[in-house]
């Protein structure tokens, strides 16, 4: 069994930056939702890695991973989870009962909704919009219909595993995010200087930077290896390992983003830099497909 990616997926990886790094530069960021983008990461095959490329769960985690680096915006996890199923973006209502809010509910052409023991693709249907979402790029809406009243495609696929897959390729995007948080600060300490030095000189600052490295890894090193045992569920116990890389890519999206603020000091606190999108994207993610405590009870359970 081997938990660590092997070089055709590292290449691919590998590939997805490099598509990023040219079509959804840092500067694109602030505009939100680019259905160019969009277009080319169809065209790429990010949503169809399972139905057309037959690739698994460790593949996506991969990608998604990049996905979080460069914070992309938009309806991702729904549209892989429902490729083939749907056409067009596709947005995820986790659940029916209050509070239930939709993301990118008017970018999205269909929405997947995971009741508590089906699951089904609707049409998009009407919502309000919040005044004041957590993320500015990640618009939400609180339904004004019943998705239940709606014409709807029934999924013969098991309900608690969608939101596995979901809380995984979550914590895929946690990493992305604290992975580019760190580089962030790097980048910066590298370059701000007082005392006719560099900010990252100072052992404080290094302190900083290599506990946020340290953090990423150890989410990265989970969120790996519970894709490899959902693929291939001999290895081990998915459930677990799942609950386990949801909480550590968490931890280290939140609170790698309040180090990189920190590093960048008074400029990390304005809207003149992109850390806060970063930050506010990782406060978002962290309440989706399990929070902190409902994963920890998970593991917890699972002793």
């Known amino acids: ?87 067009g973006p596709v947005t995820v209502l986790e659940q029916l009962h209050e509070p239930a809010l939709v993301a990118h509910l008017e970018t999205a052409k269909s929405v997947l909704v995971l009741g508590d023991t089906t699951a089904w693709i609707t049409s998009s249907f009407p919502g309000e919009a919040l005044a004041e979402p957590i993320d500015p790029l990640t618009p939400l809406y609180e339904p004004v219909t019943t998705p239940e009243s709606t014409g709807r495609i029934a999924i013969d696929r098991d309900v608690a595993q969608l939101r596995r897959e979901g809380a995984l390729l979550t914590a895929a995007l946690q990493v992305g995010l604290a992975a580019r948080l760190t580089e962030l600060a790097v980048a910066y300490a590298k370059t701000r200087e007082q005392f006719d030095r560099p900010v990252g000189s100072f052992q404080a600052v290094k302190h900083i930077c290599s506990d946020m490295f340290v953090r990423t890894e150890l989410a990265r090193a989970s969120l790996h290896s519970a894709a490899v045992m959902l693929d291939e569920p001999e290895a081990g116990d998915g459930n677990r390992a799942v609950a386990g890389a949801k909480l550590l890519a968490d931890e280290a999206a939140m609170v790698n983003s309040r180090g990189c603020v920190q590093v960048h000091g008074g400029m990390g606190f304005t809207w003149e830099v992109p850390v806060h999108f970063f930050l506010k994207r990782a406060w978002l993610h962290a309440t989706e497909f399990g929070t902190a405590d409902e994963h920890a009870e998970d593991l917890a359970a699972a002793l």
């Open 1 to 87: 069994m081997y938990f660590l990616p092997t070089d055709e997926q590292r290449e691919l990886q590998r590939g997805v930056r490099e598509v990023l790094d040219s079509a959804f530069p840092l500067e694109k960021l602030p505009g939100g939702f680019d259905t160019g983008l969009w277009s080319t990461l169809v065209e790429t095959g990010v949503f169809s890695l399972r139905t057309e490329l037959e690739l698994g769960l460790v593949e996506a985690a991969l990608v998604f991973e990049e996905l979080g680096r460069a914070a992309v915006p938009g309806p991702l996890i729904g549209s892989f989870l429902a490729d083939g199923l749907a056409d």
